[in-house]
């Protein structure tokens, strides 16, 4: 990182959040970004919700990766969430390592980071933290929530918890609940990070373990015809095997490469805390085991969006949504894209996708402005 | 581990063999296991490869792990492959650390281990190494080489390199190279061992990156639906969560104990280069890119089997290999057998998995004798 002056833009949160676990919070920060204009009446507004890894900055260049931001192609001006229409905010999730209240602030009790002293965190807090900022923006009721994965799982906790601030709802490629692979995969990331013995000390980072769980996370973002495309068998060195241990295969120099560059910007503690926040999500059992009394109370308006090729959240799972809002008789759509990208597929260049998000969003505009 | 005498029966090859990378070993261990009584007309022998983590103890038990052996399932006095009538062999594959030459033996030019000194091995070379114990035991033609995973790559290239060996050829739940997700797979449990601090020292285990391996590879060998149907969301404490890291899930106390139970019996190093001798596994570049040449002098009886839900090995991928029979003519049968178990399903009790594999082997033997 350079010397660059950057501002991360933050709100203290001045007000009492109780969390799940039973602490409570206060004058905590929330750093969050905005894009595009807030309009007279305020019914413009959509609140964009992060991914595991992702933060604020959903478009233009991510001003401390220097990369742009991790929703680029969907939001901007002209894109299919048009800035110059609407007034998109997204907030670093609480326990995130972007500005947000996290692992990674100083406990003014100690003085130090607050590290795994942090307390666990859930979905339904991160949600709690967000509607404060919304609250905070003077939106009385926003034209749409919207986020894949982890970003999905928010935009149904949002609604099922405000079932009157959000003219529609767009969970895409999630589910209601962690399946038993999923939280075993989170476990495994959460292993490596434990095994890696600079994890918990002072002036170290456990950048070892938490390169082998993006590495891990990674292979799980991508679909096997996907990778067999892109990568296949394709060797590094086109002459030959090395009979070695380097990487001899480009799909090995690629995850390599993903597992180095990430720990640059992200916070081993904030995974460990995120990931929980994740396998603790269970938004039916919050209703005693009825996923569809999660949203008797909203009138919002659903577009559930999966992905032919996603494993880690497959359609059969996010099915189950639309199944829960059929049966509470909620207005749901649901679309299936096709698409050999994966999990990823909501990162990406995918118009059929793209084109499904626009439309939704400004008939839904349509309908209330 | 006690202090019993446990005998492992080796081989000790006094022969050259010449390995891809272009080293030559001799005067080298096999160790190897057999099971059931060599007719006199010697056609009644099996040979089986062992996968990834297996060993030569087929049956009965493990005098090292006191565990029952890792095909109780499928071998034994009655069973699928019936030790009354049938001479079964399985050695320990070269790279191993059950006997075999692998990292873990004494290189005796420095009196120490070998470990990553250790020449990296491919499938080919494992089955030159075990062509010489079928010489050594002056069996002419096996009835059958068999094995899944690993051990269907190894029952692929012995009989491609060695087309008059063997009467049948059972390759279970494998593929003829690895796919871009399984090299991924690999290389991320590769990864986790050598992002360990411990690997490489002397006098050193890197356990904790071995677990993290093995629990990244464990997932794989499951299926999604398997997994929900057994832990689902399953807390160990039924009370509630415990907003921790502590396993609060059962899954999670699951993977964390089949990843602490595998580094007593397993060499890290071991684990590095049987990875990437599978990884290496290209048949069909071996053929310059003909899979069908791989096998066109053999008169072998094919059974191919895959299982519905294995997602490491899908049906497609072993389909490849019947393809590639059918292309040059040779005598194949293929069954996708029915099961949620996933990759795991050949080594457990799938009643029809087992009768597939018994009605083939005893059909082939009512041919030759």
């Known amino acids: 990182m350079n010397s660059d002056t950057v501002n991360i833009k933050k709100l203290i949160?001045?007000?009492?959040?109780?969390?799940?676990?039973?602490?409570?919070?206060?004058?905590?920060?929330?750093?969050?970004?905005?894009?595009?204009?807030?309009?007279?009446k305020k019914n413009n507004a959509i609140l964009t919700f992060h991914a595991l890894t992702g933060d604020q900055f959903v478009a233009g260049i991510n001003p401390i990766t220097k990369k742009k931001g991790w929703w680029t192609f969907a939001v901007g001006p002209g894109k299919a969430i048009d800035?110059?229409?609407?007034?998109?905010?997204?907030?670093?999730?609480?326990?995130g390592c972007m500005g947000s209240f996290g692992p990674t602030e100083i406990n003014p009790e100690t003085n130090k980071i607050f590290g795994t002293t942090f307390p666990v965190i859930t979905i339904k807090d991160i949600?709690?933290?967000?509607?404060?900022?919304?609250?905070?923006?003077?939106?009385?009721?926003?034209?749409?929530?919207?986020?894949?994965?982890?970003?999905?799982?928010?935009a149904l906790q949002f609604?099922?918890?405000?079932?009157?601030?959000?003219?529609s709802t767009i969970p895409i490629a999630c589910s209601a609940s962690h399946s038993a692979q999923n939280i075993a995969l989170n476990e495994l990331g959460r292993q490596a990070i434990m095994a890696d013995p600079n994890w918990k000390k002072e002036n170290a980072t456990p950048n070892k373990g938490l390169a082998v769980a993006r590495m891990a996370a990674h292979i799980t973002y991508l679909s096997k015809q996907g990778l067999q495309e892109k990568f296949g068998r394709k060797l590094q060195d086109k002459g030959s095997l090395k009979f070695s241990f380097d990487a001899d295969f480009q799909i090995e120099s690629y995850l390599?490469?993903?597992?180095?560059?990430?720990?640059?910007?992200?916070?081993?503690?904030?995974?460990l805390y995120i990931t929980r926040a994740m396998d603790y999500f269970d938004l039916e059992k919050q209703f005693n085991g009825n996923l569809s009394l999660a949203f008797k109370k909203t009138?919002?308006?659903?577009?559930?969006?999966?992905?032919?090729?996603?494993?880690?959240?497959?359609?059969?799972?996010?099915?189950?949504i639309v199944i829960a809002l059929n049966a509470c008789g909620a207005n749901v759509g649901f679309v299936e894209i096709n698409s050999d990208k994966g999990h990823d597929s909501f990162l990406l260049d995918v118009p059929e996708f793209l084109k499904t998000l626009s439309e939704f969003i400004n008939s839904t505009y349509n309908d209330i402005k």
């Open 13 to 40: 949160i001045k007000q009492s959040l109780e969390l799940d676990c039973g602490k409570t919070i206060k004058n905590f920060p929330l750093a969050y970004e905005t894009y595009g204009t807030l309009n007279k």
């Open 83 to 95: 800035t110059n229409k609407y007034f998109v905010i997204c907030a670093n999730v609480l326990g």
């Open 127 to 154: 949600v709690k933290s967000q509607k404060f900022l919304i609250d905070h923006l003077d939106i009385k009721k926003l034209l749409a929530v919207v986020g894949g994965s982890m970003g999905g799982m928010q």
């Open 159 to 167: 609604t099922s918890s405000y079932p009157d601030a959000a003219y």
């Open 256 to 271: 390599r490469y993903q597992g180095s560059t990430f720990v640059d910007r992200f916070d081993a503690n904030s995974y």
């Open 299 to 320: 009138k919002s308006k659903f577009c559930v969006i999966s992905f032919s090729s996603d494993w880690l959240y497959p359609t059969s799972e996010n099915k189950e």
